[in-house]
């Protein structure tokens, strides 16, 4: 199950892609999307596991990223106010739509088996018959490296889950699915060092507040 070629996305990296692979196929005369589109696209409350609150500032900065790495590219069209986004996922691993829906809905929601992909794939490919979807997901794992993985089945089910590697490798801990790669905690320190940034900018506006604030009472001294 190594990954290593694979540059490994953080959550929101994912997310991100995932919110413009998905809105590409659901809403065609919305893409390629505007920033705001992809913050609420992102922070949706159905169909997305897990939940996310994800600032515009943080979207902006992700794509950027994703940008750099030749996963999303940046339209600015003619007479336009704002600037677009689309992702890249198709031509980046060369995938027909099948196999990007599979891979989306894995990115959207977790660990899925075969029938829960072929019940949530909806707009983005109507799969006939699970064989369908399973044939997308061997598809998946054969690449090279591998885009996507079967997991053990777990004990008491009868079907196998499938996992996105895009994230890094998959390990099962009590029965919750874990990514075994340093992106989460690289995700959380981005969001700390954030946070401590922000903080810092507060005190430095308090402070001249404060000062502002001293001037002026000293004029009616």
């Known amino acids: 199950m190594t990954n290593e070629m694979v540059a490994v996305l953080d959550p929101v990296e994912l997310r991100v892609l995932a919110v413009l692979a998905e809105k590409e196929g659901l809403t065609p005369d919305n893409y390629p999307m505007s920033l705001n589109a992809i913050v609420n696209g992102c922070n949706q409350l159905s169909s997305r596991d897990p939940v996310m609150q994800i600032s515009e500032a943080v979207v902006l900065d992700t794509l950027q990223r994703l940008a750099e790495r ?31 829906a599979v891979l989306t809905i894995l990115m959207l929601r977790g660990l899925q088996t075969a029938g829960e992909i072929r019940t949530r794939s909806g707009r983005l490919h109507e799969f006939k018959t ?13 690449k090279y ?9 777990a004990p008491g089910t009868k079907e196998s889950r499938y996992g996105q590697l895009l994230g890094g490798e998959i390990t099962i801990v009590a029965g919750s699915e874990q990514t075994s ?22 005190r430095g506006e308090m402070e001249e507040l404060k000062g502002q604030f001293e001037a002026f009472r000293q004029q009616f001294q």
């Open 181 to 202: 790669s340093s992106a989460s905690n690289l995700t959380q320190g981005g969001r700390i060092t954030q946070l401590e940034e922000e903080v810092a900018a507060l």
């Open 145 to 153: 490296p591998p885009l996507v993985v079967k997991l053990e089945r």
């Open 70 to 100: 030749k996963l999303v590219n940046a339209i600015s069209q003619a007479g336009a106010r704002v600037v677009k986004y689309e992702h890249r996922m198709r031509i980046k691993w060369t995938l027909e739509q099948d196999k990007l």
């Open 130 to 142: 699970v064989a369908d979807v399973e044939t997308a997901l061997q598809f998946l794992i054969d």
